[in-house]
């Protein structure tokens, strides 16, 4: 029989214990080792029964073991120290607070920072994939340097889904129900003890409510909107049922909840506990673009300021960070337009924020755009006066991708610019790792250098010795042999095997054979199956007699896409193949708890994507900070930081093809062209270098790669790199110029928003009239320079208004510009009888070969982050911009 309520039992710790409470309840024991080592000596066997969650522990430990505990005054010295430990990691000054009073350019007080998903650890299942893992890792990193940032998402109440096979090798999809109570998550409650309570106004009348779970990680607050409450309807209480479920309006009120609701989380969260107010607000992806309709509700709400919308939206973006991490149109949430009209009109309208208004930040108003339907990264842009791509490669697709909302100019100058991400070092390097860096650098420094990500605390790891580091590959290598085969026995026995069939299994893997980790999704530009291309010719990889390798696999397709099931079904059927089982094994159920062994337990890490569409691909760098080499397409991350010396690229058979339909028969040729590269690197130059061994039995020339892999990418792989260019490069720019907007009861962002409606209505009059040179010659000398006079009329627009350039560089065939610079010309007197403005300068000849150049009006104004900001351009025989109704 079923039971009708379902709650949990906690256990009452003796007060000697009370501090293994506060420990458990702050995430940071995920990523610290002495911690995790203090829960594990409660009871190894609870420990590692519950999944090493010290939340779970804590409530099934036996009342004898914690009456033992209480009297044993070893345990008692180690609790202590730790719980100072974290005590003095929660309130001691880190990297931010020395950088707050180093004398540049002061960081935010705050950043709220909104993501879907956050991976934090495999006890708080609120992740599916890398989106996640990097949202985790950033928070960690942000604890680490003491960045103010407060994260902001949905608590699933069912997460993410449980992955097994069925007999067939088919994905099978459970979601098992999360009790809050089980979890390191407490309800952010009111003075008189009640939960605080977000709402949201729907159509209809309808409400949705909302309670806010908290996340203590290190010391960031993370806080969870949870739906499934008593005063919704059971429609409104399952919109955080899981991760990225439902269909279209269903996902269009989770990220309504999110943005919306996640921006009045964080005020209830400020006026209860008294943190500092943020002054930028973070958007990794577009899943929480509503956030910035949000805070233009706030400030037009507010009478003090006095803001109309316009006005509003100009505050809000200076404020405003969008991350993109979609490297094809695809991959963008798109809604009907008029769904998003009917929950943004009507009696679910947002004071102050017209329908029209909010429909317009979402328009696809580019030439191929679809006008009935919402775009919610033109949204997260057009609402963001900072915008960035998770790699340098990526931020060249975004720049291209998105170009259509700055039409006029060329891709390489649309605001996007590009922070490459990077991992948090703690919680994905081996501790055996660790202590081997430690041995060479000290544990101080050691630390210091996964924290910060500073180069210089690096240096020395160059000493460490060939035996050390072969001693600890194998090590590492065997604990992954041990896990595979305990996850694989336990995979046949949910498919139906009975233990006398599994006796295989324990002589699957070798310790000593060059293994090779491919986990991650399972779309099919990933390309899980592309190892299986040639069936034979991968089969004499794997037996080879003298080189053999061996592969461990793992991913998970969407539920939706059966596509990505077919190829995961294809995989197994080969491993399950008893020719091949014992040298490639499918591990189901990937998640953070597998992946900490399979990263450090790899030799070789296998990423293999259709190129470009790896935004970043950060698997690939937590293997890294192992010891294990990449073996990976020129894509994402590596396509910047491969050396030739840290692993091998893939080469691609793109010849400039670009983005290819993974269905298509071009990808189909590629494929092949590919697989069979991947084979011949495996083969002749992978195998070949692990198993060239010395007289001492050491591959001295593999050792040599790995020890140059831990000392150039360590440093920059680490998520507190990433954290410090977002502070330096976006975050503090992002506070300051929202300061200066705010000064004077925001007359900034007044003048602003009258500026920029005034250059939007008078641009049409602004044309490039008359260009001439005085040198009229062909062919010019090198270290020359021609004298220029422009004309340009500016209708209602005044000089101050506009900024005329001469842009030059090299031209190809059909005279297009690139290696673009340019210069600016000064106005020489006033308008003529005509209301024309002369402009003059003297452009200098700096290259040889073919060169080119023309001239442009761009609006100017000293609170503009990007002269391409407002998307409008005036070019020689145009006579008017080209999108004068795009909101910037």
């Known amino acids: 029989m079923k039971a009708i309520r379902r709650f949990t039992v906690r256990t009452v710790l003796p007060e000697q214990l009370q501090p293994l409470h506060e420990l458990a309840l702050n995430l940071r024991w995920s990523w610290h080792p002495e911690t995790r080592d203090l829960f594990r000596s409660v009871d190894p066997e609870v420990w590692a029964a519950t999944g090493e969650d010290p939340v779970r522990l804590l409530g099934e430990v036996p009342a004898a073991r914690l009456a033992a505990l209480a009297a044993d005054r070893r345990f008692l010295r180690r609790l202590g120290d730790l719980a100072d430990d974290l005590r003095e990691y929660l309130t001691g000054p880190r990297w931010y607070q020395a950088r707050q009073e180093d004398g540049t350019t002061p960081p935010p007080a705050a950043v709220a920072y909104f993501s879907p998903e956050y991976g934090i650890a495999a006890a708080l299942p ?9 949202a985790g890792d950033h928070l960690k990193a942000a604890s680490d340097l003491g960045v103010p940032i407060i994260g902001v998402g949905l608590f699933y109440r069912h997460g993410y889904f449980r992955q097994s096979l069925d007999r067939d090798g088919w994905q099978q999809e459970r979601y098992p129900l999360l009790d809050p109570d089980e979890l390191a998550v407490s309800l952010l409650r009111e003075a008189d003890g009640t939960p605080s309570r977000v709402d949201l106004a729907l159509p209809g009348g309808r409400t949705l409510a909302a309670h806010i779970w908290r996340a203590q990680v290190g010391r960031v607050p993370l806080l969870l909107l949870d739906s499934d409450i008593e005063a919704n309807s059971p429609a409104e209480r399952d919109v955080t049922d899981r991760l990225y479920g439902g269909g279209s309006e269903h996902r269009l009120l989770q990220e309504m909840l999110l943005g919306i609701g996640g921006v009045r989380a964080v005020r209830a969260y400020g006026r209860l506990t008294g943190h500092p107010a943020p002054e930028v607000f973070h958007t990794n992806e577009g899943h929480a673009g509503f956030l910035g309709v949000e805070r233009i509700r706030e400030l037009v709400a507010d009478r003090t300021a006095g803001l109309d919308f316009a006005a509003a939206l100009e505050s809000v973006r200076a404020g405003t960070l969008f991350t993109t ?11 009907d337009r008029d769904l998003v009209a009917r929950h943004f009109g009507g009696d679910a309208a947002l004071p102050g924020v017209p329908v029209e208004s909010v429909l317009a930040l979402g328009a696809e108003t580019w030439p191929d755009g679809d006008p009935k339907l919402f775009n919610m990264a033109a949204m997260g842009l057009r609402l963001a006066q900072r915008a960035n791509g998770v790699s340098t490669l990526h931020g060249e697709v975004s720049r291209s991708m998105f170009n259509g909302l700055w039409p006029g100019f060329d891709p390489a100058e649309v605001p996007i610019t590009s922070v490459t991400n990077g991992v948090h070092a703690a919680t994905w390097i081996d501790p055996a790792v660790v202590r081997l860096g430690a041995a060479e650098l000290g544990a101080e420094r050691a630390e210091e250098a996964m924290t910060t990500g500073e180069t210089k605390r690096w240096t020395g790891l160059e000493r460490i010795g060939n035996t050390e580091i072969w001693d600890l590959r194998r090590s590492l290598r ?8 305990r996850r694989l026995r336990a995979s046949w026995r949910q498919r139906g095997a009975g233990e006398a069939e599994l006796g295989w299994v324990s002589s699957v893997l070798d310790p000593d054979v060059l293994t090779i980790g491919f986990a991650r999704r399972v779309p099919s530009y990933k390309r899980l199956t592309l190892m299986l291309r040639d069936p034979d010719r991968l089969r004499a990889l794997l037996l080879h007699p003298t080189r053999p390798v061996q592969i461990v696999v793992a991913g998970k397709a969407h539920p939706a896409d059966d596509g990505g099931k077919r190829l995961i079904q294809r995989m197994v059927a080969f491993a399950d193949d008893p020719t091949v089982r014992h040298r490639i094994v499918f591990l189901p159920d990937y998640d953070m708890a597998m992946a900490r062994h399979l990263y450090p337990g790899c030799d070789v890490w296998l990423n293999n994507p259709l190129r470009p569409l790896e935004a970043c691909g950060t698997s690939g760098m937590k293997a890294a900070l192992n010891g294990c080499l990449n073996l990976s397409v020129l894509d994402g991350w590596w396509d910047e930081w491969y050396d030739g010396q840290n692993g091998w690229a893939i080469p691609t058979a793109d010849e400039g093809a670009g983005v290819l339909d993974p269905e298509s028969s071009e990808a189909e040729r590629r494929d092949d062209i590919e697989a069979a590269a991947l084979y011949d690197l495996i083969e002749e130059q992978v195998a070949g270098r692990f198993y060239d061994r010395g007289n001492d039995g050491l591959p001295h020339r593999w050792i040599a790669m790995v020890r140059h892999t831990l000392v150039t990418l360590g440093p920059k792989v680490l998520a507190g790199r990433m954290v410090r260019e977002y502070v330096e490069r976006l975050y503090a720019p992002a506070a300051l110029a929202q300061r200066e907007l705010a000064v004077g009861g925001h007359a900034g962002a007044r003048e602003l928003a009258e500026w920029k409606g005034r250059v939007r209505d008078g641009w049409p009059g602004v044309r490039v009239e008359h260009v001439e040179a005085d040198c009229p010659a062909e062919a010019q000398e090198l270290g020359s320079s021609l004298a220029l006079r422009v004309q340009v009329a500016l209708g209602s627009l005044e000089p101050g208004d506009v900024e005329v350039q001469v842009v030059a560089g090299r031209v190809d065939e059909t005279d297009g510009i690139s290696d673009a610079a340019a210069l600016a010309l000064k106005p020489v007197g006033g308008p003529d009888l005509d209301g024309r403005t002369r402009y003059e300068g003297s452009l200098e000849l700096s290259r040889t ?29 145009e006579s008017a911009g080209m999108d004068a109704g795009l909101l910037r």
């Open 849 to 877: 070969g073919p060169f080119g150049y023309t001239v442009r009006v761009l609006p100017a104004h000293p609170r503009l982050a990007s002269p391409a900001e407002l998307g409008l351009v005036a070019l020689p025989a």
């Open 325 to 335: 991490h979609t490297p094809v149109p695809a991959g963008i949430d798109r809604f």
């Open 478 to 485: 065997a604990q992954l042999v041990d896990e595979a085969r």
């Open 126 to 134: 609120q992740y599916s994939g890398g989106l996640g893992i990097l």
